[in-house]
T-cell receptor, first 113, second 114 residues
Framework: DQQVKQNSPSLSVQEGRISILNCDYT??????FLWYKKYPAEGPTFLIS?????DKNEDGRFTVFLNKSAKHLSLHIVPSQPGDSAVYFC????????????FGSGTRLQVQP | NAGVTQTPKFQVLKTGQSMTLQCAQD?????MSWYRQDPGMGLRLIHY???????DQGEVPNGYNVSRSTTEDFPLRLLSAAPSQTSVYFC?????????????FGQGTRLTVV
């Protein structure tokens, strides 16, 4: 039972355009959401996060939106750059229970020059 | 700043062999965890620890043991390797409590069991 789902395995965009990566979750106990970026042969690196008390968080070219009623979050990258090409993982955690991060299956983003 | 260090980076095992994947962090994080990454499945939690002397199982614990004798180290032991354990393994650490904080990951160990 996947509690965090990324339904698009891959996404290709042109340099300078917007990249939108989507993520859905099913566990209502999740109250903290994160996006990680992963290059081949490296560990995931933290990109941006959002608490459930907010609906938007921005950090430079990266913005995460949270829609709690729809149990949906998205990552917007504007403008997209070739160096953004990587696999992006959505993750979520809850204050109770394991408090571990639960990850989606990832979306491979390719930014074409 | 070393962060989270995993060794080895690559390992090939024969079925039935045992080995230990090492993980060390220098950020004084209480919360540490092990994940495995398989194609199309994201990262799945194997075991985690909320502090020295305390460990617990994650989603896919079978075939793995952990211990946490110090805050810094969280080794993962494969008891009798099986081909199904061929994967990339990541160790991660988070600040106290593990809630509402990001996790820092090591560079991974690519394990092949033949």
């Amino acid at each position: 039972d996947q509690q965090v789902k990324q339904n698009s395995p891959s996404l290709s965009v042109q340099e300078g355009r917007i990249s939108i990566l989507n993520c859905d979750y099913t566990n209502s106990m999740f109250d903290y959401f994160l996006w990680y970026k992963k290059y081949p042969a490296e560990g995931p690196t933290f990109l941006i996060s959002i608490s459930s008390i907010k609906d938007k968080n921005e950090d430079g070219r990266f913005t995460v939106f949270l829609n709690k009623s729809a149990k949906h979050l998205s990552l917007h990258i504007v403008p997209s750059q070739p160096g953004d090409s990587a696999v992006y993982f959505c993750a979520a955690s809850a204050r109770s229970g394991r408090r571990a991060l639960t990850f989606g299956s990832g979306t491979r983003l390719q930014v074409q020059p | 700043n070393a962060g989270v260090t995993q060794t080895p980076k690559f390992q090939v095992l024969k079925t039935g062999q045992s080995m230990t994947l090492q993980c060390a962090q220098d950020m004084n994080h209480e919360y540490m965890s092990w994940y495995r990454q398989d194609p199309g499945m994201g990262l799945r939690l194997i075991h985690y620890s909320v502090g020295a002397g305390i460990t617990d199982q994650g989603e896919v614990p079978n075939g793995y043991n952990v211990s946490r004798s110090t805050t810094e180290d969280f080794p993962l032991r494969l008891l009798s390797a099986a081909p199904s354990q061929t994967s990339v393994y990541f160790c991660a650490s988070r600040m106290t409590g593990g809630a509402n904080t990001e996790a820092f990951f090591g560079q991974g160990t690519r394990l092949t069991v033949v």
